[in-house]
């Protein structure tokens, strides 16, 4: 398996525009999380998928960020409209079962910039 | 989840073993305790995990307090490609994987 994919790698915006990153967890994988990172606050855990049902999202920061897990394979984090402190490195994790007693996974991260 | 707590950096010389400290005194019966490694530009990469009983692997080998309080991981011949951030996470009964600031290790040449 090709790991955790994610894309875009690197990605500026303007202020305002929306914003769409992606990931492709590993196949048969059913737990998918989106981390934040930022040199201030470090990795934050903003969501998590079970099955594809989002089962926490209160990490989310505001309305402004949305996260969709539509099939196994795919899963979108949005944000509209993005702001200058939405910038940071985005990850996406998958593991095969519950995180606490097995191995997670990463992607190599989306680089989000807001000018 | 349990807090834990490690110091920000650590330095070690190539060839020679390394011991990253964490503390998680607050850890419950069923916590796990995981270690991930972060290098540059990449995202985390899971290095070890373990309960109660000490725990190796190819890459490291975590040694956990009889009370589970605290727990070492051990890099037995450290190189220059082990230069990264060391996560020490304690995974809760549930889901979740807290990230704290983690230790930064410099291994000299």
């Known amino acids: 398996d090709a790991g955790v994919i994610q894309s875009p790698r690197h990605e500026v915006t303007e202020m305002g525009q929306e914003v769409t990153l992606r990931c492709k967890p590993i196949?048969?994988?059913?737990?998918l999380f989106w981390y934040r990172q930022t040199m201030m606050r470090g990795l934050e855990l903003l969501i998590y998928?079970?099955?594809?049902?989002?089962?926490?999202d209160s990490g989310m920061p505001e309305d402004r960020f949305s996260a969709k897990m539509p099939n196994a394979s795919f899963s979108t984090l949005k944000i509209q409209p993005s702001e200058p402190r939405d910038s940071a490195v985005y990850f996406c994790?998958?593991?095969?079962?519950?995180?606490?007693?097995?191995?997670?996974?990463f992607g190599q991260g989306t680089r989000l910039t807001v000018v | 989840d349990a807090k834990t707590t490690q110091p920000n950096s650590m330095e070690s010389n190539e060839e020679e073993p390394v011991h990253l400290p964490c503390n998680h005194s607050?850890?419950?019966?069923?916590?796990?305790i995981h270690w991930y490694l972060q290098l540059p530009s990449q995202g985390p990469e899971y290095v070890i995990h373990?309960?109660?009983s000490n725990v190796n692997n190819r890459m490291a080998s975590l040694a956990i307090a009889e009370d589970r309080k605290s727990s070492t991981l051990i890099l037995h011949r450290a190189t220059l490609r082990d230069a990264a951030v060391y996560y020490c996470?304690?995974?809760?009964?549930?889901?979740?994987?807290?990230f704290g600031k983690g230790t930064l290790l410099t291994v000299n040449p």
């Open positions: 998928f079970n099955n594809n049902v989002p089962i926490d």
């Open positions: 996470l304690s995974g809760g009964s549930n889901y979740k994987l807290t």
């Open positions: 607050t850890i419950s019966g069923t916590d796990y």
């Open positions: 373990g309960l109660t």
């Open positions: 196949s048969g994988h059913n737990s």
């Open positions: 994790a998958s593991t095969g079962g519950t995180a606490y007693n097995t191995e997670a996974f």
